[in-house]
């Protein structure tokens, strides 16, 4: 299963694809999460202090070209084998409780360009990667909607669209579903996030008509505390993670 | 005076960046405010009905073009000549209670391709444009940092680096503030935004070590409702524009 996660900025896609990198870990599957965003904070929301150590996955570029011999910008055997998540050499990740965490990378240098070669090289990487079944792709995607201009998303089984009880994110909401339908991923849900009871619900479901709602998750104290470090992604109790199951059992 | 409202998404930049710009046009201040963010927002919460109305200043390279009879990706008469904000076309804004707002460009289609036009042609427009005295220019960035590695809000006045009382965006801060040196700009400040009380700004104060702190915004119920258009920017009461008040003091 691969996945993204989207949505406009601050409504919770990492907490989320932490979240569910959670559940289906503790399902037996094989997890693998991605941070896309180049305002990297993935790794911070699973606790990791070595993510300076993660090496960005835009460098196997060069490692690819240098091992194959073909030219950076050339399309690369690497690439026509149809790699498996295990053919990633291990300095590219991280493992956070069983959890692998890669990162696309980020802007080195103010003036020094755009994302756009980390974007490319991600999207190449994971419309030839092999997935397994037991075996989950998390995408954090970056906040907005510029990735999907990028098309780097491409050939996700799932576009989760988290949404909060605003005008602007249901906004954004729409905005991807329709440039996400460009780019032929037809399965985009709404995940409808920090819920404060049923009138919220109803804001998000008359904000978002029209789009396929999966769920909603509860605002809470808990899940908040993660954002501050004062709760890790491990302690989150089973009630917590309860309406994360929920989704994710609708998912596969 | 030329600001940029940056940071994490979902931290209240186009928020603050409407605040601001209505505190100052109550000053009798000339007020432009430019929707940065490929994913627009800042018509919302300016409650601009006819956002679709505005044509993107990216569609001014062929007006100008065409005028002038440069070619497209030639650098163009018209910012040579130093325009003046009065000088762009009034098709390409929307006078909200005496506010000109202008947006950047969005994408249009999925796999279309990145922002990157949009963003070149607004840091030449910007580059080149002259500000006069009591003139302001707010910029509502896109979230995150790769407008830092383009350099889109080059030239700036102050760079504001909007933070909630989380971890992940202190540390965009502190990524902001390392590319935005990179760049020149050296004005960087971080303004503490939804602050629940005395433990928050401290948390803040203390995730932005080294950082310039120009001041906090309270958590605030109106300013809430802004975003589910309960309440409009001009029903914000004096009250509630106190501190932005003060933080545009400090400004200028």
Same mark, same amino acid.
């Given at each position: 299963m691969k996945i993204a996660l989207t949505g406009k900025g601050g409504v919770g896609k990492s907490t989320l694809a932490a979240m569910i990198a959670r559940v289906v870990r503790d399902q037996d599957n094989k997890v693998v999460a991605i941070d896309a965003d180049?305002?990297?904070?993935?790794?911070?929301? /699973?606790?990791?202090? =070595?993510a300076r150590e993660i090496t960005p996955i835009i460098e196997m570029k060069e490692l690819i070209?240098? =091992?194959?011999?073909? *030219?950076? @910008?050339?399309?690369?055997?690497? /690439?026509?084998?149809?790699? +498996?998540v295990d053919d990633i050499p291990e300095s590219?990740?991280?493992?956070?409780? #069983?959890?692998?965490?890669?990162?696309?990378?980020?802007?080195? =240098?103010?003036?020094?360009? &755009?994302? &756009?070669?980390?974007?490319?090289?991600?999207?190449?990487?994971?419309?030839?990667m092999m997935i397994a079944r037991r075996e989950w792709v998390i995408l954090d995607m970056e906040a907005g909607i510029e990735h999907l201009g990028r098309g780097t998303a491409l050939g996700v089984d799932y576009m989760l669209v988290v949404v909060?009880?605003? =005008?602007?994110?249901?906004?954004?909401?729409?905005r991807i579903r329709k440039l996400a339908a460009d780019i032929g991923i037809k399965q985009v849900r709404v995940v409808g996030n920090k819920v404060r009871g049923p009138s919220d *619900? *109803?804001?998000?479901? +008359?904000? &978002?008509? #029209?789009?396929?709602?999966? @769920? /909603?998750?509860?605002?809470?104290?808990?899940?908040?505390?993660?954002?501050? @470090?004062e709760t890790s992604l491990e302690q989150l109790d089973g009630e917590t993670l309860e309406p994360v199951r929920n989704l994710v059992a609708r998912l596969s």
């Amino acid at each position: 299963m691969k996945i993204a996660l989207t949505g406009k900025g601050g409504v919770g896609k990492s907490t989320l694809a932490a979240m569910i990198a959670r559940v289906v870990r503790d399902q037996d599957n094989k997890v693998v999460a991605i941070d896309a965003d180049p305002d990297m904070n993935l790794a911070t929301i /699973f606790d990791v202090s =070595r993510a300076r150590e993660i090496t960005p996955i835009i460098e196997m570029k060069e490692l690819i070209a240098e =091992r194959t011999g073909t *030219e950076v @910008g050339q399309p690369a055997p690497f /690439f026509t084998m149809n790699p +498996k998540v295990d053919d990633i050499p291990e300095s590219y990740w991280v493992d956070q409780n #069983g959890i692998k965490l890669l990162v696309m990378g980020t802007v080195q =240098r103010g003036g020094g360009g &755009c994302a &756009c070669p980390e974007n490319a090289f991600l999207k190449s990487l994971l419309g030839h990667m092999m997935i397994a079944r037991r075996e989950w792709v998390i995408l954090d995607m970056e906040a907005g909607i510029e990735h999907l201009g990028r098309g780097t998303a491409l050939g996700v089984d799932y576009m989760l669209v988290v949404v909060e009880p605003n =005008r602007t994110s249901a906004e954004t909401a729409h905005r991807i579903r329709k440039l996400a339908a460009d780019i032929g991923i037809k399965q985009v849900r709404v995940v409808g996030n920090k819920v404060r009871g049923p009138s919220d *619900e *109803e804001l998000i479901r +008359k904000a &978002c008509e #029209g789009l396929d709602v999966l @769920g /909603f998750l509860p605002l809470s104290e808990q899940i908040r505390q993660i954002s501050t @470090g004062e709760t890790s992604l491990e302690q989150l109790d089973g009630e917590t993670l309860e309406p994360v199951r929920n989704l994710v059992a609708r998912l596969s």
